[in-house]
């Protein structure tokens, strides 16, 4: 059970308890501030009865006990706890008794101030003494403090054993509170960048037939709301953290990413990230002159792990472009057009005069993932020069024009079921022939003006291959994408990106199937990916298992994975959107519809969308046909 409302967590198990084992416990930006929160009535624990996630930042706790002598089976004291990420958790009791009663209550309390990354790797260290401090208890060490208050205070606060003790009066039928507030010492209350009056992120709403669609989309835009950051040296720009409870820092490549399946939402939390990673674009004139540096990530057991830096360049410009279709106002446009153009500067010259983008390092492979991305970031950051008067659009055609001729004969292999897209090229030149998951990005090409998509690296042939290559028994779980196809060499069902579910990349498929025009390969994910995200309370994890569905199976965990995440909740934005297949061309006062025409959810609504700053709203109807029910004026329907 994972509260967020960042720089604030608070992590535990459906207990409701925190015993301070594993990752339990209160945290303000990445510290633990209270690792152990344990309740006591009467002199025993409250048999929980429920534990529920009641919005992105908060969780109820329901438990219960016989207090009264000769009551028989039945509970006469409710005990609910209502937590905040924030640092706040509310204790309150109700009597069912008959009689006046008079409760002891006991709070043990402790923590170990360890960072997160300690506590992930099991080096953290002991709890640490407690001294009384006020209403409450305060611990300290050499590298912070947090302490605890209590309200009302308590009778008796016992530091070496770390309690706060009350004695409460219950009347027939009452109730009363206990509120604790921990955090550091100085510090004030959290401060949610996703709480904000003017949040970035519209409210948007769905409803229609399936109710499913309208759960995951309002837990996902709770979720991004919840992960939302500022900018430390720049707090009016927000960005998204890549997930809770192990990546609550920026990543970029996700941060683009998420920005990017969000656009529907409002254009401000892209304008925020792309401000925030243009100040960490790397300056000078060397071979990474123009780049946003990135961490490298895990590539499976078929290939080295890649860099996401160089994802995240590439998805900077396609960002901006698309940004300004959604409608990005002008000025921000113009403002953020020179690190677009030296992110586009960076490929041309990282490419020379060869064909393919190579990894960085040296002797790297040529992933097929990263020619999506530039052959992407080549067609619409031409589209975004040429939009703004600047030159290099020409060039960088003739680039993709020349990758697409080159990528369709030398990154396909013939074989007896009809050909597959290589994973990449080794560095002597020969094919790596897994089937991943990276391959949906081949489908995912990008929004031109008046409505259109930009060429893929595909042909026909081979993209309805891919298709059904992609809505096949292999890759499609029936929970979604599997990264990595069944009768692969090296599958494994938890494997990061060889077998396990990734949200992210299943709705790049869902969109990019869509759009081609391969809806039964399409519905046939999106209906998985429903099905998980019901299994999950519609708040979807960054990855789960890829084992197949069966009936009465659920969807399996992945331990390491991060709920929510980024991209997870982005991705619950953008299934929606690719059902109404809204594309706006906002500089061109259009947005054109193209469903799904077998409307796999019968009829849909979705309401609180922005196109061009406006609230957009538009119905899809159970015949697949789409009508705007709502938009800004002067903006017309496309063809």
């Known amino acids: 059970m994972i509260c967020v409302a960042l720089p604030g967590l608070a992590i535990s198990t459906e207990q409701g308890q925190m015993t301070g084992q594993g990752l339990e416990g209160f945290y303000r930006a990445g510290r633990r501030v209270l690792s152990r929160c344990q309740v006591r009535v009467a002199g025993r624990e409250p048999v929980a009865v429920q534990a529920r996630m009641t919005a992105a930042d908060r969780a109820r706790f329901v438990g ?19 937590r905040h990420a924030d640092g706040t958790e509310r204790i309150t009791l109700h009597s069912a008794a008959l009689r006046p009663l008079r409760i002891p209550v006991e709070v043990a309390l402790g923590t170990d101030l360890a960072d997160l990354g300690a506590i992930a790797s099991g080096t953290a260290g002991p709890e640490l003494p407690a001294s009384v401090h006020d209403s409450g208890l305060r611990w300290s060490c050499a590298t912070g403090n947090s302490w605890v208050t209590a309200d009302p205070p308590p009778a008796d606060a016992l530091a070496s054993a770390g309690l706060l003790r009350w004695e409460l009066e219950l009347a027939p039928g009452g109730s009363t509170t206990v509120e604790l507030r921990v955090r550091p010492d100085g510090a004030g209350p959290v401060r949610a960048a996703g709480r904000a009056a003017t949040s970035p992120l519209a409210a948007a709403r769905a409803s229609g037939d399936d109710p499913r669609i309208g759960s995951l989309l309002r837990t996902s835009v709770e979720d991004l709301q919840a992960l939302l950051m500022r900018d430390p040296v720049h707090p009016s720009d927000l960005y998204l953290a890549a997930g809770a409870p192990w990546r609550c820092g920026l990543a970029p490549a996700d941060a683009l990413a ?7 939402l409002g254009t401000r939390l892209a304008a925020g990230t792309l401000r925030t990673l243009a100040r960490t674009q790397l300056p000078g004139s060397g071979p990474q002159s123009g780049m946003i540096p990135g961490p490298r990530r895990d590539a499976g057991t078929h290939l080295p ?10 998805l900077f410009p396609v960002l901006l472009a698309e940004a300004r279709r959604w409608g990005l106002p002008e000025q921000e446009t113009e403002e953020l057009l020179p690190a677009a153009e030296r992110c586009l500067t960076w490929l041309r010259t990282t490419v020379g005069d060869g064909t393919y983008l190579s990894d960085p390092h040296p002797g790297g492979p040529v992933r097929c993932e990263t020619q999506a991305h530039a052959h992407r970031a080549a067609l619409l950051g031409a589209d975004l020069l040429d939009a703004c008067g600047r030159p290099g659009g020409a060039e960088l055609r003739q680039w993709a024009q020349a990758l697409r001729t080159a990528f369709r004969e030398d990154f396909w292999i013939d074989d007896l079921g009809g050909g597959r897209p290589a994973a990449a090229l080794a560095p002597d030149g020969g094919p790596v022939p897994h089937l991943g998951a990276a391959a949906a990005h081949l489908l995912d090409t990008g929004l031109l003006g008046g409505g259109a998509l930009a060429v893929g690296l595909l042909d026909k042939v081979q993209t309805e291959q891919l298709a059904r290559l992609l ?9 979604g994408l599997r990264g990595l196809g069944v009768k692969e060499a090296g599958y494994n069902p938890f494997g990061h990106r060889s077998g396990a579910v990734r949200v992210h990349e299943t709705a790049v498929a869902v969109a990019g199937l869509a759009a081609a025009g391969y809806e039964k390969e399409a519905n046939s994910l999106l209906r998985g990916v429903l099905a998980a995200a019901e299994a999950f309370d519609h708040r979807l994890p960054e990855m789960y298992a890829g084992e197949q569905r069966t009936d009465g199976s659920v969807p399996l965990p992945h331990p390491a994975s991060c709920r929510p995440a980024a991209t997870a909740a982005a991705a619950g934005v953008l299934l929606p959107i690719t059902l109404a297949g809204i594309r706006p061309d906002a500089p061109g006062g259009t947005v054109t519809l193209r469903p799904v025409h077998s409307a796999p959810l019968g009829e849909i609504v979705l309401t609180g969308l922005r196109v061009a700053g406006a609230p957009f709203s538009v119905r899809v109807s159970r015949l697949g046909l789409a009508m705007v029910e709502e938009a ?7 063809g």
Do not use: F, N, Y
């Not at 800004?632 to 496309?638: F, K, N, R």
């Open 64 to 82: 219960t006990l016989r207090v009264s002598p000769h009551s028989g089976p039945d509970p006469d004291v409710v005990v609910k706890r209502i």
């Open 258 to 264: 998420a920005a990017r399946m969000t656009l529907a």
């Open 305 to 314: 792990p890649g860099c996401t830096g160089t994802e995240a360049t590439l």
């Open 471 to 479: 809505g096949g028994p292999a890759m499609d779980s029936g929970w």
């Open 632 to 638: 800004g004026d002067g903006l017309q329907l496309g």
